[in-house]
Antibody
Framework: EVQLEESGGGLVQPGGSLKLSCAVS????????MHWVRQAPGKGLEWVGR??????????AYAASVRDRFTISRDDSKNTTYLQMNSLQSEDTAVYYC????????????WGQGTLVTVSS | DIVMTQSPDSLAVSLGERATINCKSS????????????LAWYQQKPGQPPKLIIY???TRESGVPDRFSGSGSATDFTLTISSLQAEDVAVYYC?????????FGQGTKLEIK
């Protein structure tokens, strides 16, 4: 069974940093691209970014709203992907989900339960 | 960047009736080399993560009831629920995965009339 579990969320002051983790099981993590998606309270979904597999040179891509502030990485030995968030702003307050693509497509077929990040003084 | 626009923002339909949600992309998400539309639909219920229900614009994810169907091509897409059930109350999102940044529509809230 595919499982994704995010952790690391919490309260952080504006301008601060936070690193989220997403531990996965139930599939070959090293061969899978992983995505991060966020959802501000009461709002819609926003794609944050993705990291591809080693075979695809761990290529990353980001939304314009987070580029240059957020960095996605992965540790295939730990079956974990990370989201390093710097220079956090109030508009970054959201539930952050990690996702894995479904079989036979590159749409996000598997989602974690999410972790809440609150940016406030 | 590709902008996804859904309509309507909210929709109230009677049980057993048809529900239709539209999604329009600012540029084509049809990849000519494989003739696939890189368009997905998700269902999100309160307090839950989104659930993939349709991909490649019209392929139902495993386990999704056949009352859900997707159609359209290039820039115009539709999610149809043929006979609304109470458990279908949710917010529905379309997403293009043709190119990064992958973008979502703003969501359509589906309720029972």
């Amino acid at each position: 069974e595919v499982q994704l579990e995010e952790s690391g969320g919490g309260l952080v002051q504006p301008g601060g940093s936070l690193k989220l983790s997403c531990a996965v099981s139930g599939f070959t993590f090293s061969g899978s691209a992983m995505h991060w998606v966020r959802q501000a309270p009461g709002k819609g979904l926003e794609w944050v970014g993705r990291i591809r597999s080693e075979a695809n040179n761990y290529a990353t891509a980001y939304a314009a709203s987070v580029r240059d502030r957020f960095t996605i990485s992965r540790d295939d030995s730990k079956n974990t992907t990370y989201l390093q968030m710097n220079s956090l702003q109030s508009e970054d307050t959201a539930v952050y989900y990690c996702t894995k693509v479904a079989t036979g497509t590159t749409a996000s077929g598997y989602w974690g339960q999410g972790t809440l990040v609150t940016v406030s003084s | 960047d590709i902008v996804m626009t859904q309509s309507p923002d909210s929709l109230a339909v009677s049980l057993g009736e048809r529900a239709t949600i539209n999604c329009k992309s600012s540029q084509s998400v049809l990849y000519n080399s494989n003739n696939k539309n890189y368009l997905a639909w998700y269902q999100q219920k309160p307090g839950q993560p989104p659930k993939l229900i349709i991909y490649w614009a019209s392929t139902r994810e495993s386990g999704v009831p056949d009352r859900f169907s997707g159609s359209g091509s290039a820039t115009d897409f539709t999610l149809t629920i043929s006979s609304l059930q109470a458990e279908d109350v949710a917010v529905y999102y379309c997403q293009q995965y043709y190119g990064t940044p992958y973008s979502f529509g703003q969501g359509t809230k589906l309720e029972i009339k």
